[in-house]
């Protein structure tokens, strides 16, 4: 009785580990791929809406794909655009700094960024983010026009802050006494 025991363990082990092969091997991976298509899905959703101009349902939509999701780093950066395009500035920089920690390599998220902090009116990050898109090389029409445009945006801030600067004050008295003082400083 003991070897018909022995083969019984061995073949319930040998099913299970089958099972267990097949469920990381075949099923494991093809739920993977569902859950990856549906979070592309929903991304193409969120950013036709977006195109379309009805930002409230592309937020909504965008909001539905897992930041730990394949298309995370994506769905942040629409999310922020989708912001900016409402004027809601604040909630922009957070959905972008979030798509920029998910995808550091990412010039078009590092201009929305600088974009931005310059309606922020933050021109110190602004100009750090345009100068950090500057260090991309170009590679399509489309990205020399980002980076002319980054540089444009950079052009424009350093004239704003000539603008701002205080006035040049005298440091140092005046050379000429005044009336009435000694010239010698009293002594």
């Known amino acids: 009785m003991s070897k018909l025991k022995i083969i019984l363990a ?3 082990a040998a099913i299970a580990i089958a099972a267990a092969a097949y469920w990381f091997l075949v099923q494991q ?3 993977q791929a569902q859950v990856a298509r549906a979070e592309q899905a929903l991304l193409k959703s969120g950013i036709q809406l977006y195109t379309e101009g009805k930002f409230q349902e592309a937020l909504e ?3 539905r794909i897992p930041s730990s999701g394949e298309y995370a780093a994506k ?10 395009r409402l004027k809601d500035y604040q909630s922009a920089v957070e959905q972008l700094e979030q798509s920029l920690a998910l995808d550091s390599d990412n010039a078009d998220t590092l201009f929305a960024l600088g974009v931005t902090y310059f309606k922020l009116g933050n021109l110190t990050l602004s100009r750090g983010y345009f100068a950090s ?6 590679e399509t029409d489309q990205e020399m026009e980002r980076m002319e445009e980054a540089k444009g945006l950079m052009d424009i801030m350093a004239r704003l802050e000539r603008q701002q600067a205080p006035p040049a004050t005298d440091a140092e008295p005046s050379a000429d006494p005044a009336p009435g003082e000694p010239v010698d400083g009293g002594n």
């Open 61 to 63: 939509t965008l909001e």
């Open 133 to 138: 898109v500057l260090e991309f090389p170009p």
């Open 29 to 31: 991976p093809a739920q």
């Open 75 to 84: 769905a942040r950066y629409y999310q922020g655009n989708t912001h900016i």
């Open 10 to 12: 061995t073949s319930v």
